[in-house]
């Protein structure tokens, strides 16, 4: 309850809602608070407190799709796997895992928690993998030190050569 105090105090001192009887508002109208938590080091955790309430508030999960890239970023970062599974758990309820923003975000935690084996099986089930899925991927092999596995991905990316 602190956190979510903490979260309220922000949202009031930005002149962004004045209480959160707002939240029952589209997730649009919180896409760039949560986006700014997210990207503040020390307000990261805030942007997933603030993601769980607006959920509370929510019937469905339309329109959740603009959040997601900025959480899993911060579940990544923070190495939050509770919230991060939880978070993937909901991208599949809501069917919302071939949208290309929240599969390559996904894809990122993954990689950021180390966990190769979870990103690829994301990047398999990518409808669509773009340059950032395939670059994503590589650089997380790297980043554990697979470097096998990075050339045989680099070896199968189709659009390397473009720019």
Not at 130 to 152: F, P
């Amino acid at each position: 309850m602190p956190e979510l105090r903490q979260v309220h105090a922000h949202l009031i001192k930005s002149n962004l809602i004045s209480s959160f009887s707002a939240l029952s508002a589209k997730p649009l109208a919180f896409h760039s608070i949560v986006r700014s938590l997210s990207s503040q080091s020390e307000k990261q955790h805030l942007s997933l407190v603030l993601y769980s309430k607006i959920l509370s508030f929510l019937d469905d999960l339309r329109g959740i799709e603009l959040l997601l890239p900025s959480v899993l970023k911060v579940c990544g970062i923070l190495l939050a796997f509770d919230e991060g599974l939880q978070i993937h758990g909901q991208i599949l309820k809501g069917c919302l895992q071939d949208d290309p923003f929240v599969a390559n975000s996904l894809l990122r935690m993954y990689l950021d928690w180390g966990q190769l084996e979870l990103a690829g099986q994301v990047l398999d089930k990518m409808p669509n993998r773009d340059v950032i899925s395939w670059s994503s991927m590589i650089s997380g092999c790297v980043k554990v030190g697979d470097i096998n596995l990075a050339r045989k991905l680099f070896d199968e990316m189709p659009d390397k050569d473009r720019c």
